[in-house]
């Protein structure tokens, strides 16, 4: 299959995923290394191709984020940052992304979307094993995250849950 064939098929693999496609994996069905994939989604995402990197591989996203919208605004240091991940999923948020503030470069974001605590698991394992620094040291610990949630009262409960652990920044 040549180039144009190949991206074709990772977004008809993407489209018809139910979670998020590791770049192995869509390399193994494509036939070519996952280093091949990594260009072909970054060609896609120029073409204007909603695709996103998570913990867990890759995902296509849509224009409108269903449900109920808010950004919390927390401050907190490695320590809790599992509590904080977990007080939204637990209470049916999905944790679309953590953004910073720089200096120099204005915004920095990271895409999560964590939807579970099975998410979390993974992102939290994969911070640790890389021995990876949250993006948030960069900013003395604060960052936001934007979530959805059902409704207004799950979002209610996951400001209350976060107001508990002492992570929300005011």
Known sequence: MDSAERRKRIVQILTNAKGAVTGTELSQQCDVSRQIIVGDV?????????????????QLIGDILPGVQHVFVCCHDMELMQAELEAIVDNGGVVHNVVIEHEVYGNL?????????????????????????LLSRISGGIHTHLVTAACQEDI???????????????
């Open 42 to 58: 970054a060609i896609l995402r120029a073409e204007g191709l909603g695709i996103v990197s998570t913990p867990r591989g890759y």
């Open 109 to 133: 974001e990271g895409t999560l979307n964590l939807r579970s605590r099975r998410d979390v698991k993974q992102y939290v394992k994969k911070m640790k094993d890389s021995q990876a620094e």
């Open 156 to 170: 209610d409960a996951i400001q209350e849950a976060l107001e508990s652990l002492g992570v929300l920044y005011t």
